[in-house]
């Protein structure tokens, strides 16, 4: 077992609620979190995260100017600004099937529904930041890859779709975030 030193890690923190804003600040401090950076809007946040190169962006759904789906496209873009392989935790109040499955499309990488709790916000960190997925880049989708349980052989219906898919290793926040005690 290992411990992850989040001194070690960037955050942004994406909510038009300053309260929810300050909630996710005050609990990435009591992990130990040190940069935490604050946005209440998706562009001020695509702002940041070009400017501070966060490690983990956390962001809620509904947002004003543009919501936190819309933040996590623009983050996907692999000519962008900053770090395309960024994980991306996504909040919301809305946990329907629909909506899951619309934000692991844009891009998301873990789903964490309100109310949240320090356990469920650690665990999610604690995933991408120990088991990243790798990224996949078809001509509709350059993300984490959708699945959980990968099958090479697989021939179902639900194989992927959009040609031939490449596959890249992100590169891993273990080692970052890994503490040496």
């Given amino acids: 077992m290992f411990i992850i030193d989040f001194n070690k890690l960037r955050f942004l923190v994406c909510d038009d609620n300053a309260h929810m804003r300050r909630i996710l600040r005050t609990l990435l401090h009591s992990f130990g979190a040190r940069e935490v950076y604050e946005a209440e809007d998706g562009a001020t946040a695509l702002e940041m995260y070009s400017h501070y190169v966060p490690d983990i962006v956390i962001t809620d759904w509904s947002m004003p100017i543009f919501d936190g789906l819309e ?24 946990s329907e099937k629909r909506r899951v499955m619309v934000a692991r499309d844009a891009g998301v990488t873990e789903f964490l529904a309100k109310p949240i709790s320090a356990k469920g916000l650690y665990q999610r960190i604690l995933n991408v930041v120990a088991n990243p997925r790798p990224f996949i880049k078809t001509k509709n989708y350059f993300g984490p890859d959708r699945r959980r349980n990968t099958n090479a052989a697989y021939i179902g219906l639900e194989r992927r779709s959009g040609g031939n898919a490449e596959i890249m290793q992100q590169p891993s926040l273990l080692e970052k975030a890994r503490s040496g005690n």
Avoid: K
């Fill in 71 to 94: 933040l996590a496209q623009m983050i996907r873009q692999p000519d962008g600004a900053g770090n395309p392989y960024a994980p991306i935790i996504m909040l919301t109040g809305h």
